[in-house]
């Protein structure tokens, strides 16, 4: 049965797809906003901040240490898969995800942007040097026994809700090459997207003739800033997802269902045996 939505993306022949938290929480990674685009919980941490400050570093480490278990295994759901299988499809220019955890390429999709960088890696801010989450987990567990078995909520994109603990006692590993600050290799709020990144997502813009937002409420400008651009050079913009967008005003199609329940069309449907 054709929808509004199916239509739309039928008629499009290269759409440029921008993701947000809406599509992982299926996995069960918790979304930062609610219906109405407002924090449900205190806003991430702030790049100067933890830069500038080791209790901050202190903080964000101690709770990654519990966040980050559950995230690293979080595994796709059919939001993912049907947007791999557009792709399969030739439909897809690029898809621009502003989530972290990239389970858009697990689940198979290949021309994907990882707006914001990705959970899976830690950055030195001195050298430069990637190195891989998992191994940085081992470190930060034998540099602090036992905190492993605080019990913790968890939160949005590795992040675990630990209160009334003092993180003084915390100990964060330099890096082991020049001694160098460790950050997960994202983009915190207050920090800037690389230049590079943004001038490829503009190029593949202008590549599309659709746009299509999947689970994002587009409240953060690094991804409203495309659908924005898009409106502007007259590409149509439908965007699915539930409660109000930055972009609602923009918006040629407004979908408010189920991410995974909206584009099960796209997966093959199987027959009872």
Same mark, same amino acid.
């Given at each position: 049965?054709s929808?509004?939505?199916?239509?739309?993306?039928?008629?499009a022949?290269?759409?440029?797809?921008?993701?947000? !938290?809406g599509?992982?929480?299926?996995?069960?990674?918790?979304?930062?906003?609610?219906?109405d685009?407002q924090?449900? /919980?205190?806003?991430?941490?702030n790049y100067?901040?933890f830069?500038?400050?080791? !209790?901050?570093?202190q903080?964000? +480490?101690?709770?990654?240490?519990?966040? +980050?278990?559950?995230?690293?295994?979080?595994?796709?759901?059919?939001?993912h898969?049907?947007?791999?299988?557009?792709?399969?499809?030739?439909?897809?220019?690029?898809l621009?995800?502003?989530?972290?955890d990239?389970?858009?390429?697990?689940?198979?999709?290949?021309?994907?942007?990882d707006?914001?960088?990705?959970?899976?890696?830690? /950055?030195?801010?001195?050298?430069?040097?990637?190195?891989?989450?998992?191994?940085?987990?081992q470190?930060?567990?034998?540099?602090?026994?036992g +905190?492993?078995?605080?019990?913790?909520?968890?939160a949005?994109?590795?992040?675990?809700?630990?209160e009334?603990?003092?993180?003084?006692t915390?100990? *964060?590993?330099?890096?082991?090459? &020049?001694?160098?600050?460790l950050?997960?290799?994202?983009v915190?709020?207050?920090?800037?997207?690389p230049r590079?990144?943004?001038d490829?997502?503009?190029?593949?813009?202008q590549?599309?003739d659709?746009v299509?937002?999947?689970?994002?409420?587009?409240?953060?400008?690094?991804?409203?800033?495309? *659908?924005q651009?898009?409106?502007?050079?007259?590409?149509?913009?439908?965007?699915?997802?539930?409660? /109000?967008? /930055?972009?609602?005003d923009?918006?040629?199609?407004k979908?408010?269902?189920? &991410?995974?329940?909206?584009l099960?069309f796209?997966?093959?449907?199987?027959?009872?045996?």
């Amino acid at each position: 049965m054709s929808t509004p939505l199916a239509d739309f993306i039928d008629r499009a022949r290269r759409l440029f797809v921008l993701t947000g !938290a809406g599509c992982s929480t299926d996995s069960g990674i918790p979304d930062y906003r609610d219906a109405d685009g407002q924090w449900k /919980r205190t806003p991430p941490v702030n790049y100067q901040d933890f830069m500038g400050e080791a !209790a901050t570093r202190q903080r964000y +480490w101690a709770r990654s240490l519990l966040g +980050w278990p559950r995230f690293g295994q979080a595994q796709p759901n059919a939001t993912h898969a049907a947007l791999a299988a557009l792709e399969a499809r030739g439909k897809v220019e690029v898809l621009l995800t502003q989530n972290v955890d990239c389970l858009h390429q697990r689940a198979g999709s290949a021309a994907v942007i990882d707006l914001h960088g990705r959970l899976d890696q830690v /950055r030195c801010m001195g050298c430069e040097t990637r190195s891989n989450r998992e191994a940085f987990q081992q470190a930060l567990l034998a540099a602090n026994p036992g +905190w492993d078995r605080l019990d913790a909520a968890q939160a949005p994109d590795g992040d675990a809700d630990l209160e009334g603990v003092d993180f003084s006692t915390f100990n *964060v590993p330099a890096c082991p090459t &020049c001694g160098g600050i460790l950050k997960p290799d994202v983009v915190f709020f207050g920090e800037n997207v690389p230049r590079a990144r943004v001038d490829a997502v503009h190029a593949h813009l202008q590549q599309a003739d659709a746009v299509l937002v999947v689970g994002s409420s587009l409240m953060v400008y690094s991804g409203y800033r495309f *659908v924005q651009a898009a409106a502007k050079a007259g590409l149509p913009v439908a965007a699915l997802n539930i409660g /109000r967008t /930055r972009a609602d005003d923009l918006l040629t199609l407004k979908v408010e269902q189920s &991410c995974a329940e909206a584009l099960s069309f796209l997966l093959p449907t199987t027959t009872p045996a």
